[in-house]
């Protein structure tokens, strides 16, 4: 015998969900580097990250949180090695949006308020310290609010004149050979939907030079508990519901785990994805973590 809830769930599968009352919550992307960097001593490098025309007008005034992750050094001791960073929309890093030094302390990250008319590019310019062995990796998201604490880290005399030393030279620097950042888009907590029920999504993934437009992008929910359950499907365009025209993939296991792939070319030319996840769990409430990224060329 099915329950009340599971008998509205199969309704839901097999009937077109209701257009109406949809309310679709932005998923963070953020652009991330590749991996963990491990550069020379004194060595500087610039990062890309390539926002679309259709994700310029989404992040048009929200807040862009730029991270720095030391993880042989999580405290940012200076005396173990930091980095120093600058961010800007120009070639020529200047203007200067944010940085991570003041002259007399490092921290591991600074925000700016993104406005449309500064376009397509942030750059993200990072030395290393001159101590050696200094691993990291960054990234930059764009929220509507909560932004995250700094790590803050005192210098010394003799650190502040190597700070300003290392400033001094970005201050210099052109966004010459810029290395991509790669657009990853995650919830930043579990959502909830309730058995019987359907939630929206949507977010924007952005080519960039070293992705180009032929790769595939994979969508992956998984519930927090064993008997969260779901199907999810991925849709071009609103309204999303679960068999109209709008769908290109779908995952109907009714699990705890979904995964979809789609191909760039099913979303262009905005690079706009809608997710519907329908709770289908052995309880009212089902809690899930969602993510996409890029996974390979084709």
Not at 45 to 57: G, L, M, R, V
Not at 124 to 139: D, K, L, M, P, R
Not at 169 to 192: C, T, W
Not at 214 to 234: H, K, L, N
Request: proline share 5%; net charge negative.
């Amino acid at each position: 015998m099915f329950s009340i809830a599971k008998v509205a769930v199969l309704l839901l599968q097999f009937f077109v969900l209701s257009v109406f009352g949809q309310t679709y919550f932005d998923i963070p992307v953020s652009y991330v580097t590749p991996k963990i960097q491990k550069p020379a001593a004194n060595e500087i490098t610039t990062w890309n990250a390539s926002i679309c025309s259709n994700a310029q007008e989404r992040y048009n005034g929200m807040t862009a949180v730029v991270n720095f992750n030391l993880p042989l050094n999580l405290d940012w001791n200076p005396i173990q090695g930091v980095v120093y960073a600058n961010v800007s929309n120009s070639t020529s890093l200047s203007p200067v949006l944010c940085r991570n030094h003041d002259g007399s302390t490092m921290k591991n990250s600074c925000t700016f308020t993104y406005e449309t008319a500064m376009g397509p590019n942030i750059y993200i310019s990072i030395q290393a310290g001159n101590e050696g062995h200094v691993w990291y990796s960054t990234g930059i998201t764009f929220v509507e609010s909560g932004l995250p604490s700094s790590q803050h880290a005192r210098l010394n005399p003799r650190q502040e004149n190597e700070i300003h030393e290392m400033a001094t030279r970005l201050e210099n620097q052109k966004a010459v050979d810029a290395q991509s950042l790669f657009p990853v888009a995650r919830l930043q907590n579990p959502g909830i939907v309730h058995t019987g029920d359907a939630v929206y999504y949507t977010f924007t993934i952005c080519p960039s030079s070293e992705t180009g437009t032929r790769f595939t992008i994979e969508i992956v929910v998984v519930g927090v508990e064993p008997d969260d359950a779901f199907s999810s499907y991925v849709c071009k365009a609103k309204p999303c519901a679960s068999d109209n025209s709008n769908v290109i993939m779908s995952d109907v296991s009714d699990s705890s785990l979904n995964a979809l792939t789609i191909s760039y070319d099913q979303i262009r030319p905005t690079g706009t994805v809608y997710v519907l996840i329908v709770g289908f769990g052995g309880k009212e409430e089902n809690q899930f973590n969602l993510g996409a990224i890029i996974k390979n060329s084709i």
